[in-house]
């Protein structure tokens, strides 16, 4: 069986500082691994995936994930943050070549000025 | 390109009242289809998924249904709408191959509220 944890809630940086996100897995088979990004009352952007090739994944506006087998972990981070990266995270696995999917509850990520 | 339509944007509704919202997607062929209710402040929830023509499966047991009548076309239902259906529905679609990552490619969603 397959699930997924997104540890915080919330997290609140200030513009210009890193941003952590951490989600954690469990799967019974080799997962795909997401994550997505969600701005208020819109649908869900693809920020990156996990593809087996590299354990570091580079995504858009700067975000990246380490994929940690031994750790279960797919955290997402970004060195410097920004006002507009202000939204709601979504850390999702799936089985590779799977119909279902399995999402996180979500973090919010509050930036201050 | 692909690109994924959902409508309407915003809806309000009476309680016991019927629903329909729809999702198209252009730009593939044989997608799977996927409606996902979004309560406030909470995750994501799937409730149905398709991997053809006519070939619908529930995650859920809800008072909604699904349809797919067309290759590119997915229908939310609802006979009777109660106010626990209020949410933001999502519909989302990928691509089924071989050593595929199933990613989803996500709509702008439909805000339902039921009063």
């Known amino acids: 069986a397959q699930s997924v944890t997104q540890l915080d809630s919330h997290v609140s940086v200030s513009e210009g500082t890193p941003v952590l996100l951490r989600c954690n897995y469990s799967?019974?088979?080799?997962?795909?691994l997401f994550w997505y990004v969600q701005h208020p009352n819109k649908g869900l952007q693809l920020l990156l995936k996990?593809?087996?090739?590299?354990?570091l994944v580079k995504g858009i506006n700067g975000f990246e994930a380490e994929f940690k087998k031994s750790e279960t972990s797919f955290h997402l981070t970004k060195p410097s943050a920004h006002m507009s990266d202000a939204a709601e995270y979504f850390c999702?696995?799936?089985?590779?070549?799977?119909?279902?999917?399995?999402f996180g509850a979500g973090t919010r990520l509050f930036v201050k000025a | 390109s692909q690109t994924i339509h959902q409508w309407p944007a915003t809806l309000v509704q009476p309680v016991g009242s019927p629903l329909s919202l729809e999702c198209t997607v252009e730009?593939?062929?044989?997608?799977?289809l996927y409606w996902y209710r979004q309560a406030a402040g909470r995750g994501l929830q799937l409730l149905f998924y398709?991997?053809?023509?006519?070939?619908i499966s529930s995650e859920v047991p809800q008072n909604l249904s699904a349809s797919r009548p067309q290759d590119r076309q997915f229908i939310l239902s609802s006979k009777k709408l109660l106010l626990s259906d209020s949410g933001f529905y999502l519909c989302?679609?990928?691509?089924?191959?071989?050593?595929?990552?199933?990613?989803?490619?996500f709509g702008p969603g439909t805000r339902l509220t039921v009063l």
């Open positions: 730009g593939t062929s044989n997608p799977n």
């Open positions: 996990y593809t087996s090739a590299a354990t």
């Open positions: 999702v696995v799936s089985d590779t070549g799977g119909f279902k999917t399995i």
């Open positions: 799967s019974s088979y080799s997962p795909s």
């Open positions: 398709s991997v053809g023509i006519g070939q």
């Open positions: 989302a679609w990928s691509v089924f191959l071989a050593g595929s990552y199933n990613e989803q490619f």
